[in-house]
């Protein structure tokens, strides 16, 4: 029986994603060095959910919007229908301005 233990065998695909994490990681911080940012500044989102589509798991993903408030979120909107502004939030309980003024950045709608 051989002495050495084995390594256990790291898929292909798991290789990538951390290469693809570190050099994101690498890029992250050469971009904050250069421009003179803070490392603790947080970026917005790439992508921003819309209110008036996103199903409750992407809506739970907004900034403090949790599985319970993305369901209250997605239960106002099928029965009052979509948001036409991020401002309409303020409609279901539990949202407030402030939580208003925080989701902005991540959020929008298509509803004119």
């Given at each position: 029986m051989n002495?050495?233990?084995s390594a256990p065998a790291v898929p292909p695909w798991g290789i990538l994603c951390w290469s693809?994490?570190?050099?994101?990681?690498?890029?992250a911080l050469a971009v904050t060095r250069a421009s003179g940012a803070s490392p603790r500044t947080v970026a917005p989102p790439v992508c921003?959910?819309?209110?008036s589509t996103a199903p409750i798991e992407e809506l739970a993903l907004l900034p403090e919007v949790g599985p319970q408030l993305a369901a209250r979120?997605?239960?106002d909107r099928a029965v009052?229908?979509?948001?036409?502004?991020?401002?309409?939030?303020?409609?279901?309980?539990?949202?407030?301005e402030r939580?208003?003024?925080?989701?902005?950045?991540?959020?929008?709608?298509?509803t004119p």
């Open positions: 002495a050495r233990a693809a994490f570190v050099l994101a990681l690498a890029a921003r959910i819309d209110l979120i997605a239960a009052r229908g979509g948001f036409a502004s991020v401002d309409e939030l303020a409609r279901v309980t539990g949202i407030g939580k208003i003024a925080e989701l902005r950045e991540s959020a929008r709608t298509s």
